[in-house]
């Protein structure tokens, strides 16, 4: 029997929707995200999108699509069905095997998931991060645990069958006792999947400012590595399938449109600040909110930049990309799909990594091992850095 790590995607080009608004601007984010009173600007964003969309998207049915932000929940009920309004009349959803939402506890209610449903959303991830007071508030999130655990019951309530929760560990101050009892009462919702990401501190966010301020320090690394291989150890017994470094495969199989992206598939962004990446092209949007709708309301691009990469930065990117997945990467395909002698490149970094004990070969694929993958950002950002040198 195949895994799901093993099913391969890869084909064709998945969409991405950016949403660019939230309640608050939580110390961690550095996603294109903005708070904005005055509610008119979302229109504004409506209008300017289904513009967008109708120029850019021309792919036919997506392999997956991912309406993410920021917060789409956050649009009021009429908005929120303008947003699939817009998006329909432009890609038909219903032909598309995968189609996520992200929402937030704050602001996700019955209402919104039946209006999501109905127009052919079949997976929700839903950000809960904590369920301890004290770290939803340093997190500076807009909700309690039990609003969350209201919000994952009217997923259920609506007829969702696809549900995923993210949750961050590693904030500072936390225990492994406390992390523990998340993960738990986490499974006790029995999510679909599950996103389990480690706390970083971005540049340009509240928290690395408080950083550098010397308010705030990361957690001790050891701890932040026993968080993670206890979690491995639990959903692993729990019956999930670790198909990715933070990403756990329950009942509802892996993400479809995050594994397309790790192995390197075509992809489409709109909206503000979205990247796109389309046979070896990258572009990424303008960012703020205003310049994006007046560049699309005058069917101006909406890209602020834009490159085509060098056969060789593809290939660092896509072992970059695929050593995150269990399954590894098939570098002799790379090499072949993207004309790159990959050898000559990378063969001394590999063989670095297989002396370390960080990397293992199976005749065809290389993937990180259990001491890799705990060193997985430095491991895999080590063939980035090799293009960037050549
Ligand atoms: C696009 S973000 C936010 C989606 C949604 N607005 C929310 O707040 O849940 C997707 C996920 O990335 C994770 N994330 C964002 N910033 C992070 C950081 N600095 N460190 C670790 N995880 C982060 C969070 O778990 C978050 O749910
Ligand atoms: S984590 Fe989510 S809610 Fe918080 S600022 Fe980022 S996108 Fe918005």
């Known amino acids: 029997m195949q895994t799901h790590a093993q099913k391969q995607t890869g084909h064709g080009t998945s969409l991405y929707v950016h949403v660019p608004f939230c309640v608050v601007k939580c110390g961690y984010c550095d996603f294109n995200s903005y708070v904005v009173e005055d509610r008119t600007i979302h229109d504004v964003f409506l209008d300017a999108l289904a513009a967008e969309l109708r120029r850019e998207w021309r792919h036919g049915a997506p392999v997956s699509v991912f309406i993410g932000g920021g917060t789409p929940s956050l649009l009021d009920p ?50 809960v991060q904590s369920f301890h ?72 966010t509240r928290l690395h400012r408080d ?16 968080m993670f291989l206890h979690t491995r150890a639990r959903l692993a017994e729990a019956g999930f399938e670790a198909y990715e470094v ?41 960012k703020p909110v205003e310049a994006w709708a007046k560049a699309s309301l ?28 269990s399954h590894g990467i098939d570098l002799a395909a790379i090499g072949e799909r993207l004309a790159v002698a990959v050898d000559p490149v990378f063969g001394a970094i590999l063989k670095r990594h297989h002396t370390a004990g960080w990397i293992e070969f199976d005749g065809r694929f290389v993937r990180l091992t259990p001491a890799g993958l705990l060193l997985a950002d430095r491991v895999s950002g080590d063939y980035l850095g090799a293009s960037l040198a050549s």
Request: hydrophobic residues 35%; contains cysteine.
């Open 78 to 127: 009429v908005r929120f069905a303008r947003l699939f309004e817009v998006i329909t009349q432009s890609v038909s959803l219903r032909e598309c095997r995968e189609v996520t939402m992200e929402a937030n506890p704050e602001s996700l209610t019955r209402e919104k998931v039946d209006i999501a449903l109905s127009y052919g959303v079949n997976r929700m991830s839903m950000g």
């Open 133 to 204: 007071a004290h770290h939803l508030q340093f997190l500076d999130r807009a909700h309690s645990a039990e609003r969350a655990e209201q919000a994952f019951a009217s997923l259920r309530a609506g007829g969702c069958v696809n549900a995923s929760i993210d949750l961050m560990f590693g904030i500072p101050g936390e225990t492994m006792e406390e992390w523990s009892a998340d993960l738990e009462r986490a499974l006790t919702l029995q999510p679909d999947h599950l996103s389990c990401y480690n706390l970083t501190f971005e540049p340009g």
């Open 211 to 226: 950083f550098e301020r010397g308010q705030v320090a990361p957690n001790d690394e050891e701890m932040d590595r026993a």
């Open 246 to 286: 933070s990403n756990f495969a329950g009942r509802g199989g892996p993400c479809l449109h995050n594994d397309h992206y790790w192995q390197q598939g075509d992809y489409i962004g709109v909206g503000p600040g979205a990247s796109s990446h389309w046979r070896g092209v990258r572009w990424t949007n303008i």
């Open 298 to 325: 005058a069917k101006l691009p909406c890209a602020s930049t834009a490159e085509t990469l060098r056969p060789l930065q593809r290939a660092s990117e896509a072992i970059w990309l695929g050593l995150r997945r």
